[in-house]
């Protein structure tokens, strides 16, 4: 059985497309503006161990966000992938997602770099040119516009 294995120290998890409301304590006073990524870079990502002497290729996602209401102290990030451009039917399916903490005060984090790791071990396929959708929750569990980029997968490192 192939899987995704993702790298944190944030709780990450597999979910279904049909809930698109983030988790997370959400509070009443930020304010109800929603969390722009400023930036998203997607590149191959560090070597994983997997189990025994297998390694895996992985693909590092980092965003860059803002938040004009000073939102970001909990947030929750969301990454599909589909080899279709059409973002709309990728985000109908599984996702993966982390979530925590960017700042020390609610209401005090107008900006983050958030990373996620994926481990590219057959689910996402290995050398495959895939469309990367990232999405961003603020504390109030606000939604960022989606970011699409084309990132292709690497190889097994194996061959």
Known sequence: MTRALVTLSLLLVACNGDDLEAPGPANDGCGDTPPVIDLLTIELGDELQGSGDATYNSVRLTANVSDADFDLHWYTMRVWYDEDEDVSASMEGEYLEITGEAGT????????VLRMQVGVTGN??????????????????????????????PPDPAR
């Open 105 to 112: 005060a609610e209401c005090e984090t107008q900006a983050a």
């Open 124 to 153: 996402p396929p290995e050398d495959t040119d895939l469309y990367w959708t990232v999405m961003v929750y603020d504390d109030q569990d606000t939604p960022s516009d989606p970011e699409t980029q084309l990132f292709a997968t």
